[in-house]
Nanobody, 112 residues
Framework: QVQLVESGGGLVPPGGSLRLSCTASGGIFSTYNMYWYRQAPGKEREWVALITNRGGRNMAGSVAGRFTISRDNAKNTVYLQMNNLKSEDTAVYYC??????WGQGTQVTVSA
């Protein structure tokens, strides 16, 4: 079974940046399509970004131009670089491997 562990969340001011990491144990990481989702208080979980096992990328319209997803298969890790953060980006961020495995999430709070 694949275990996913997110890290890198924290408190940042509006306009700031964070880089989230999600590291996988078990499975064959290089074969997985990897996703980032987020869930704000009182909101449904929403998709943020996708990177396929071949490196193709797709971003949600709400973050396009500000966030970048990447992966390092040698480190079994997927990243989410978040720039120009807004208060609306405040959420718990989760990574997902294919359609089966979820991490525990990491909190991102954007506040002055």
């Amino acid at each position: 079974q694949v275990q996913l562990v997110e890290s890198g969340g924290g408190l940042v001011p509006p306009g700031g940046s964070l880089r989230l990491s999600c590291t996988a144990s078990g499975g064959i990481f290089s074969t997985y399509n990897m996703y980032w989702y987020r869930q704000a208080p009182g909101k449904e979980r929403e998709w943020v970004a996708l990177i396929t096992n071949r490196g193709g990328r797709n971003m949600a319209g709400s973050v396009a131009g500000r966030f970048t997803i990447s992966r390092d298969n040698a480190k079994n890790t997927v990243y989410l670089q978040m720039n120009n953060l807004k208060s609306e980006d405040t959420a718990v961020y989760y990574c997902r491997a294919d359609n089966t495995f979820w991490g525990q999430g990491t909190q991102v709070t954007v506040s002055a």
